[in-house]
């Protein structure tokens, strides 16, 4: 396992050595989403029952900032690998499929939890927050890591051009993270919506990790632990045989 322990390493100080634009920049941006979205839509927004809106909005933006970030870290490293060039002399090692795999997922996840991390402490000195379920907070955000890691995993050895890398960032995971009701509870939604809402995946990320602050949820928590665990797998096993086909990898 030294070839994995070694990759690991490589992709958390790729992002660790830029941490003011890789960890610091997203921690501001989630405090201006606070501050601007508290402020407009406190009196406006139907939450939980007890649960303030601006109490409600923390948890969504800490695990948003997890799922982005996550899916940054593993694609922006592919892509830029392609495109350096660079990416052969990982090819060229003794690294398997899975040890691969496994060091850009775990990374990847590594950078997600300290983004998250790093939001929820900057943000919960503007209003008290419960832990009802400390271990759905957890189990959420570290499956909402590696499933966002998985993916960026994908788009990375699918694109051959940072354009393709923006087209699946901005047209599939930013639309799908700000629908996922991290701004409002899909009960404030009319049924037709609540319905297109739950055929979101992030949506049960967002929803499960939420359950873990305030043991209330718009669906069954286990539930949402089922669906996310199962998208996993599935995407987990479709980027492995991307790697071991060596897909859009070997030329």
Do not use: C
Request: proline share 4%.
């Amino acid at each position: 396992m030294s070839g994995f322990q070694t990759l690991f390493y490589k992709e958390v100080l790729r992002f660790w050595k830029v941490a003011f634009q890789t960890v610091a920049a997203p921690i501001v941006t989630a405090l201006l989403y606070l501050a601007i979205f508290g402020h407009a839509l406190q009196t406006h927004v139907n939450v939980y029952p007890g649960v303030a809106y601006t109490s409600f909005l923390i948890p969504g933006l800490v695990m948003m900032s997890v799922l982005q970030n996550a899916f940054a870290n593993s694609s922006s490293s592919l892509i830029q690998s392609k495109v350096t060039g660079n990416l052969v002399f990982v090819l060229l090692t003794p690294l398997s499929h899975w040890e691969m795999f496994s060091a850009y997922v775990l990374a990847a996840t590594v950078r997600g939890i300290a983004v998250g991390f790093g939001v929820f402490i900057v943000t919960i000195w503007f209003v008290p927050i419960s832990f009802a379920a400390p271990l759905f907070i957890i189990v959420f955000g570290a499956l909402g890591a590696a499933l966002l890691g998985t993916l960026g995993l994908i788009a990375g050895i699918w694109a051959q051009k940072f354009d393709q890398l923006a087209t699946f960032q901005n047209f599939l995971i930013m639309p799908l993270t700000f629908l996922s009701g991290v701004f409002y509870s899909t009960h404030s939604l009319p049924p037709a919506w609540r319905a297109i809402s739950q055929l979101n995946p992030f949506f049960y990320m967002i929803d499960g990790f939420r359950y873990g602050f305030f043991g209330a949820s718009d669906v069954d928590p286990w539930l949402s632990l089922l669906i996310v665990g199962g998208f996993l797998v599935i995407v987990a096993a479709f980027a492995v045989g991307m790697l071991k086909r060596g897909y859009k990898l070997r030329y």
